[in-house]
């Protein structure tokens, strides 16, 4: 079994419907993908009519975003109940500082790039979680930038002075929150310093200590010496292990199946829900 663990739609900042991506899972010979779009599950009930049209097992899931000391963290929940209050409220509550945010940043931008509201608007998909992906593809739009990727080098990195912070809920409190709501959280890509800031192993001691299962290991964005680290602490604290694409379409270079998940780590998913 080729299985992705990690991917996005539209919905969120991924640049393909929930069925063009099952589509695009099928035809680079996945047979499980997980819909992790950020802070909604909005794009599941397409995505899972379209995994039975390709034949395709889709797994639901999301991209909680999270913070701890100004280190930004995001945590993967599978198979959650979407209906549960505490849970939802907080993802609905982290899609509107997300907004908020974006429109900071968009005025912190204006009077050096002519940047405007509407034209990040027009990047968003209808019911889409805004968020700076969507800075960045106006700033693509507007010639400002070749790519995502330069955009958020500069323009939109965490070190620039147009750079506005976002409402988050600590990790530990995410994890507990995603397991009361009956579903299984794991770490994405908690060693990509590349991107900043990056959890340390006393940070994931307690995250598993709030009841997280599993840790992201094989990412683009991790070294080699990342990932081995990242393992050390995985056999340390008897965490599944899963690899994954983080794909968004054409919105990033990442590939769908570029990094999978081992089969045995998938039925250790199945199990942590079935428990």
């Not at 106006?138 to 990727?149: E, F, H, T």
């Not at 709501?181 to 890509?189: F, I, K, L, M, Q």
């Not at 290991?217 to 680290?229: G, L, Q, W, Y």
Request: hydrophobic share 40%; aromatic share 4%; proline share 5%.
């Amino acid at each position: 079994m080729r299985i992705d663990l990690h991917t996005h739609s539209a919905v969120s900042d991924g640049t393909e419907t929930p069925t063009e991506l099952v589509a695009s899972a099928a035809a680079a010979g996945l047979d499980v993908v997980a819909l992790t779009d950020h802070d909604t599950t909005a794009g599941w009930d397409e995505a899972f009519a379209a995994g039975q049209r390709h034949g395709v097992r889709v797994v639901p899931g999301v991209e909680i975003s999270c913070q701890r000391r100004g280190i930004s963290v995001h945590l993967l929940a599978y198979h959650h109940d979407p209906a549960e209050p505490v849970l939802r409220e907080l993802l609905t509550r982290s899609r509107e500082s997300r907004e908020s945010r974006a429109r900071r940043m968009v005025d912190n931008l204006t009077p050096v790039t002519g940047l405007t509201w509407a034209a990040v608007q027009a990047q968003v998909a209808d019911g889409a979680t805004i968020g700076r992906p969507h800075l960045a593809d106006a700033l693509v739009a507007a010639g400002i930038v070749p790519d995502r990727d330069e955009a958020f080098r500069t323009w939109l990195s965490a070190r620039s002075p147009y750079f506005v912070p976002h409402v988050a809920p600590d990790p530990a409190e995410a994890v507990r929150l995603v397991r009361a709501a009956g579903g299984v959280p794991v770490v994405a890509h908690p060693a990509a310093s590349k991107r900043g800031r990056c959890l340390t192993e006393e940070d994931i001691e307690e995250m598993v200590a709030a009841g997280m299962l599993g840790i992201e290991v094989d990412h683009r964005d991790h070294t080699e010496d990342e990932r081995a680290r990242l393992r050390r602490w995985a056999d340390a604290f008897g965490l599944l292990i899963t690899g994954s694409s983080d794909y968004h379409g054409t919105g990033k270079q990442n590939r769908l199946g570029e990094n999978t998940t081992r089969p045995e780590v998938y039925e250790g998913i199945d199990a942590a829900v079935a428990r």
